[in-house]
């Protein structure tokens, strides 16, 4: 590996990126040893033999990873997750590099996991992985959600299969007080976003009056504020995303709940000309910047539904808007709010900045981990 490449990792980045490997001995898959530019070794790493990124570091120094490493870093991270206390029975007990578990994501949905596999290192350790989730965990089913795009990055084929005992067609698991229906197979991401958890209860200590949820999916935030405030408007472009925010909405006997199947950015245009108020607005939008080479795109994006959004504002009214992209980081995302402030003539202040929820927590020295921004405004006036 190359001296760029070694300040990378004593910088605390686990991967390594094609440019910085001189030399490999290794197939797809391979835990390796990675030797620095003067032979010195500089730790262990999952090797790829397809991805830009072919090396993931899981150990520093001479030291190489096998079995117990791996173990040791599973019972980290669930017992850290048991350590939180969640109000929920469902929620991330792996994510990846933030348990140097580089490329492995771990999700519990009540008695079942969602396990996903994004390299090849970890896809080759998966049958090790799951007799050792079944070890720890004592799960009823686990299944594997390895249809992610990113696989292809890898030369892996796209698949969901049920690693063990049984999974069935949905389960049912409660966040709060709102109880969900979950198609574990094909629901975005592993079924649901774990990841807004804290981000609904908070939204809930401030929402009131007449909401609007765009991007609502099934209903994530609708439901949780639903009992303390009048009426709650969902909107979603999918209508299966809308027809399980209706069943959600019964399930949990949320009759102010409302969802309708639009896209947000012509429905806020719509709402503005027919001069609607609103005393909360949720956006959770999908992430628009997927690369960097369209983060121009995704603020222009951005900055159109937040100008809108703060225009439907009554006064004294909140603004919950979120970015999971990347690519689009804390700052930038807070120069776009500015910008729609001030094109929309609309005095908001920040009330909370926010991100990912505890059970996905970013690891200090690789921004990559901190992708979910969630600001909270209030408009003044
Ligand atoms: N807020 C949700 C998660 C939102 S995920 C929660 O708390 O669970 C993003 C959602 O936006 C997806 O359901 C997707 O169908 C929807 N979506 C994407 N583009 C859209 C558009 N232009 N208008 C409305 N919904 C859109």
């Known amino acids: 590996m190359s001296a760029r490449g070694e300040q990378r990792v004593r910088g605390g980045h686990p991967w390594i990126y094609r440019a910085d490997v001189v030399s490999v001995t ?44 791996i173990r040791s870093r599973l019972e980290k991270a669930i017992a850290f997750r048991a350590s939180l206390a969640l109000d929920a029975t469902a929620y991330r007990l792996v994510h990846g590099e933030a348990d140097l578990l580089p490329s492995l994501i771990v999700d519990r949905y009540g008695d079942h996991l969602v396990v996903q596999a994004l390299t090849q290192g970890t896809d080759r350790l998966l049958p090790d992985i799951t007799r050792l989730l079944v070890e720890l965990t004592s799960p009823a089913g686990i299944l594997a959600r390895n249809d992610p795009k990113v696989r292809d990055l890898e030369g892996l084929d796209r698949h969901v299969t049920v690693l063990h005992g049984e999974v069935p067609e949905s389960v049912l698991v409660r966040e709060g007080p709102v109880e969900y229906d979950v198609d574990l197979r094909k629901g975005q991401k592993t079924g649901l976003f774990l990841d807004q958890r804290e981000n609904r209860e908070a939204a809930a200590r401030y929402a009131h009056g007449r909401v609007l949820d765009g991007f609502s999916y099934h209903g994530g935030f609708a439901l949780r504020l639903a ?57 959770d939008p999908p992430a628009f910047a997927k690369n960097k080479a369209s983060v121009a795109n995704a603020l222009a994006g951005y900055k159109e539904i937040n100008l809108r959004a703060m225009r439907l504002l009554a006064p004294g009214g909140y603004l919950v808007t979120c970015s999971c992209s990347y690519n689009v980081n804390e700052e930038m995302f807070g120069a776009m709010l500015h910008d729609a402030s001030s094109d929309s003539h609309v005095p908001v202040s920040i009330v909370e900045k926010r991100m990912q929820g505890r059970d ?12 979910l921004k969630c600001f909270i405004l209030r408009r003044v006036e």
């Open 360 to 371: 996905h927590p970013v690891l200090v020295g690789v921004p990559e981990t901190h992708y």
């Open 227 to 283: 009992p303390q405030v009048a009426e709650v408007e969902a909107v979603d472009v999918s209508a299966d995303a809308v027809a399980r925010i209706a069943a959600n909405a019964a399930r949990n006997g949320a009759a102010n709940v409302h969802a309708r199947e639009a896209n947000v950015f012509d429905e806020l245009r719509r709402l503005e000309r027919a001069g609607v108020k609103y005393d909360t607005v949720v956006l």
């Open 26 to 69: 290794a197939g797809p898959g391979d835990i390796v040893q990675v030797i620095g530019p003067r032979h010195r070794p500089i730790g262990s790493a999952f090797f790829s033999d397809r991805s830009q990124i072919p090396l993931r570091m899981l150990t520093i120094g001479e030291s190489v990873a096998g079995e117990a490493l």
